[in-house]
């Protein structure tokens, strides 16, 4: 595998993609960065922004296994693991498997369950494994959670953890498309009520597992400089050392930062990172890991503004 092998694979997920989904090119860029470091992503939009629709049809350009768990505020950590069930016939406990075990899992509306839960996720997204009545039981490294969010509804809605939101690579914002972008959505699924069926759009699986293993072995190996790693880490604690920031951003953010730099060069046919990179890359990975402190909050300031300050203020290398 080489960086116009990546780029080739990417392009034809890309065009899946956009057979039926609209404009939304960052975010599948960040989607697939993500992919190819085995990474977890948080999406949030308004309703109607087809982050459920992006999910599906990105999951059916891999040839991996895709799951979906509807979020609910009765949903029990139980219900998404699953449990030892007792077989009279063989007179022993027997796992039925939750839809948890799979390889692309969608979490729709993950903020609609309560902590307890949500927690469920943690082990799995950290270590790729559950562990269900002691007994620990393998995920595989193909295992990718995609949640989905709605901003904008408080009601019924529990906010994620600070463990679980620092778990997920990137935190993506969906906004409203542009006229032309609407107008193209309208013409392609103006003639239906409901959500479109992946089935009529012809999607085909153009990546499979040995290929997709093949892309992750060849990011890891990216070259990285000195001095990129200097700038990541200076960016990191500076975000730590703001004064509209009561928590910075963690040493895991750091590491994730590095690795999706790397994938994010390779998307653009290099072998190498730039500065570009890591700049194109910090409101996604840290928005999430940072919390405000009370003073910036009323304010009216955001966590994506003061990451801007940052970025505008620590030198990048040349």
Same mark, same amino acid.
């Given at each position: 595998?080489? =960086?116009?092998?990546?780029? &080739? %694979?990417?392009?034809?997920?890309? !065009? *899946?993609?956009?057979? $039926?989904?609209? +404009?939304? #090119? ?87 369950? =309560?902590?307890?839960?949500? &927690? %469920?996720?943690?082990?799995?997204? !950290? *270590?790729?494994?559950? $562990?269900?009545? +002691?007994? #620990? ?182």
């Amino acid at each position: 595998m080489d =960086p116009q092998g990546i780029r &080739a %694979a990417t392009d034809h997920i890309r !065009n *899946e993609v956009q057979k $039926t989904v609209i +404009g939304q #090119d960052s975010v599948i860029d960040l989607l697939l960065t993500s992919l190819l470091v085995g990474g977890h992503v948080l999406i949030e939009g308004v309703p109607g922004t087809a982050k459920t629709l992006l999910t599906q049809t990105f999951a059916a350009s891999l040839a991996l296994d895709f799951g979906r768990i509807q979020f609910t505020p009765d949903l029990m950590p139980g219900d998404l693991l699953g449990t030892n069930l007792f077989n009279f016939q063989t007179n022993s406990f027997v796992l039925t498997k939750g839809p948890i075990f799979t390889q692309i899992l969608l979490a729709d509306e993950i903020n609609r369950t =309560p902590p307890k839960t949500q &927690a %469920a996720l943690l082990q799995a997204m !950290n *270590e790729r494994a559950v $562990t269900i009545d +002691g007994e #620990d039981y393998p995920l595989g490294d193909e295992f990718m959670v995609i949640a989905t969010q709605n901003p904008i509804e408080q009601q019924g809605t529990y906010p994620l953890p600070e463990a679980q939101l620092d778990r997920f690579l990137f935190k993506i914002l969906i906004a409203y498309p542009s006229r032309d972008q609407e107008r193209a959505i309208v013409r392609r699924h103006g003639h239906r009520s409901a959500m479109p069926r992946l089935e009529e759009f012809g999607l085909n699986a153009v990546v499979d597992r040995e290929a997709l293993g093949e892309m992750r072995s060849f990011v890891s190996q990216i070259r990285l400089a000195d001095e990129l790693v200097d700038y990541i880490v200076d960016l990191i604690r500076a975000t730590r050392q703001h004064a509209s920031f009561e928590v910075g951003a963690s040493t895991r953010a750091a590491t994730m930062m590095a690795s999706a730099a790397r994938a994010y060069g390779a998307l653009q046919g290099r072998d190498f990172v730039i500065p570009d990179d890591v700049k194109s890359l910090m409101m996604p990975t840290l928005r999430h890991r940072v919390m405000l402190s009370p003073g910036a909050e009323i304010e009216g300031l955001t966590a994506d503004r003061v990451l801007g300050e940052i970025l505008d203020q620590i030198s990048a290398p040349r």
